[in-house]
């Protein structure tokens, strides 16, 4: 496995190291602070085993942690994070439009693959996508160079009333959800006008692509939109 990051740092890194970092690197991009605690319960494991490898970064100079500073990542740290980010969004990409897989299946596989593919296999890939910004989700991939889009727009239980909308991120990775919004038509570039809000966090009323729909509260905040362009005739 031929990495840019791997001369760069004494040691090869491991799947484990990678997936920390990545996991670091969102929840700094979702504004946290990035706590121990808080890294534990995102990768789905024990408060101690994030500690070890937070230390374990921290020897290989890829994260800083100090006391109600929380976890952040070095130069170096952010390089790997975006580098293993964009293999991943890469193959979801992939995976959906060269395999024909659904959309509820892409993260998973990304997951595993993200770890050992070229540097080869992802130039390859992004040539016969048409060098993508972003993945079946609409999630920005970062640019080989590092750089990474900000993702326009507000969440969709923001929105207002009758307001003619475009759907062009969904922030879930659930297949469950991800399934139940795909039968709903809510894909990326869906058309959107919210006709209803219910008080105290109740359910929407939505015109998707020209059909009706009640969406939960919070399956809403899940759905990043901007107000859709008038096309003129």
């Excluded at 326009?152 to 003619?164: C, E, K, Q, Y």
Aim: hydrophobic share 45%.
């Amino acid at each position: 496995m031929t990495k840019n990051y791997v001369y760069a740092t004494e040691n090869p890194l491991t799947p484990a190291h990678e997936d920390y970092l990545k996991a670091i690197y969102l929840l700094e991009s979702n504004g946290e602070l990035v706590s121990n605690s808080a890294l534990a319960q995102h990768m789905g494991f024990a408060p101690a085993s994030a500690t070890n490898m937070v230390k374990k970064l921290a020897e290989l100079h890829l994260v800083t942690h100090e006391p109600y500073r929380g976890v952040e990542l070095t130069a170096l740290g952010r390089q790997v994070a975006l580098e293993v980010l964009r293999h991943h969004r890469l193959i979801e990409l992939f995976l959906h439009e060269t395999l024909a897989m659904s959309w509820d299946r892409v993260h998973e596989e990304a997951d595993k693959l993200e770890h050992v593919i070229s540097e080869a296999m992802e130039d390859a890939m992004a040539a016969v996508l048409g060098n993508p910004t972003v993945d079946p989700h609409g999630d920005p991939i970062p640019s080989k160079e590092g750089h990474v889009d900000k993702t326009p727009g507000f969440l969709l239980t923001g929105a207002a009333i009758d307001a003619r909308l475009r759907l062009i991120r969904v922030l879930t990775q659930d297949p469950d959800r991800l399934c139940y919004l795909g039968s709903l038509g809510l894909y990326p570039d869906a058309q959107l006008v919210l006709r209803e809000r219910a008080p105290l966090e109740g359910p929407l009323l939505v015109e998707v692509n020209g059909k009706p729909h009640a969406l939960a509260y919070e399956m809403a905040e899940s759905l990043q939109v901007v107000v859709a362009e008038l096309v003129l005739a």
